[in-house]
């Protein structure tokens, strides 16, 4: 196995309102951490209109579409085992409209993808971002061949929440202890109700205790435990893995980089 990074430029260029709540900056700046240190890194190609189209309502794609999304690293991890992106986890859009900065359901087009093209039968996302993914839970209600897994904070975002194939709401305060408990049981839980042949791995660190927006008591240990826990079910079961960092909330986005390079350190040195 052998592992690789991607991203695109893009992920940073888009111009936002002064002070808005989202950090686009961290993006190139794990970018340029992650090169100093050496990871092999690869430029992401974007989604095909027609494979968002497959997910999406056309009329709203038609109406936003304006940037660039991806599927290659889902696509890399089922060929070497693991995939990473430093971008990605846009887990609130909905088939007709946006929400929580989130334009395009980028989790879902790419398990979309990878079932198109018959590399795989059927994917769990494993959302562990603080806020749940009402929109990968809307987008693939009723399915069989994508699975949605999500712990996330009972009182957070967003207020009205959508059923998930497997929900863990979580009390605000919850810490280490506690939380990797809850975690062992629900992935040990969606891997007897279901079979998947791939893991798409929504790693938000809004978990940690001082996330702004977040709510949950993670410490920085809490958080790379969390990250070994998934990518180790993975290779104990023999499942390929895609992650992407997901949210996190400071006004001083440069706090997040060491929080967000727990995932790629981790996956390193498990994956090479």
């Known amino acids: 196995m052998s592992l690789r990074i991607f991203y695109h430029p893009l992920y940073s260029s888009l111009t936002l309102p002064e002070r808005h709540r989202f950090p686009l900056a961290k993006y190139q700046g794990l970018f340029e951490r992650l090169q100093v240190q050496g990871y092999p890194l690869g430029e992401a190609p974007a989604a095909t209109r027609e494979q968002i189209c497959r997910i999406h309502d056309a009329d709203y794609v038609a109406a936003a579409l304006s940037g660039q999304l991806e599927d290659r690293a889902s696509r890399y991890a089922l060929e070497q085992g693991c995939g990473l992106q430093i971008s990605g986890g846009y887990h609130h859009a909905h088939r007709d409209h946006g929400s929580g900065f989130c334009l395009f359901n980028d989790l879902v087009i790419a398990a979309q993808a990878c079932l198109d093209e018959g590399r795989c039968e059927q994917v769990l996302i494993v959302d562990l971002d603080v806020h749940q993914g009402d929109?990968?839970?809307?987008?693939?209600?009723?399915?069989?061949?994508?699975?949605?897994?999500?712990?996330?904070?009972?009182?957070n975002f967003p207020h009205n929440k959508t059923t998930s194939h497997l929900d863990f709401?979580?009390?605000?305060?919850?810490?280490?202890?506690?939380?990797?408990?809850?975690l062992q049981q629900a992935l040990s839980l969606a891997l007897r109700l279901y079979s998947p042949?791939?893991?798409?791995?929504?790693?938000?660190?809004?978990?940690?205790?001082?996330?702004?927006?977040?709510?949950?008591?993670?410490?920085?240990?809490?958080?790379?435990?969390?990250?070994?826990?998934?990518?180790?079910?993975?290779?104990?079961?023999?499942?390929?893995?895609?992650a992407m960092p997901g949210g996190g909330y400071r006004r001083d986005w440069q706090q997040l980089i060491p929080l967000h390079m727990s995932l790629f350190e981790t996956a390193r040195h498990r994956f090479g």
């Open 169 to 182: 709401p979580l009390p605000s305060g919850m810490a280490d202890d506690a939380y990797l408990t809850t």
């Open 135 to 155: 929109g990968s839970a809307a987008l693939c209600a009723r399915r069989r061949d994508i699975i949605t897994l999500s712990l996330h904070g009972e009182h």
């Open 197 to 242: 042949d791939l893991i798409l791995y929504q790693a938000g660190v809004d978990v940690h205790h001082a996330d702004e927006l977040g709510y949950l008591s993670l410490s920085d240990e809490g958080v790379r435990l969390r990250d070994a826990m998934v990518f180790d079910c993975a290779i104990k079961h023999g499942l390929p893995i895609a």
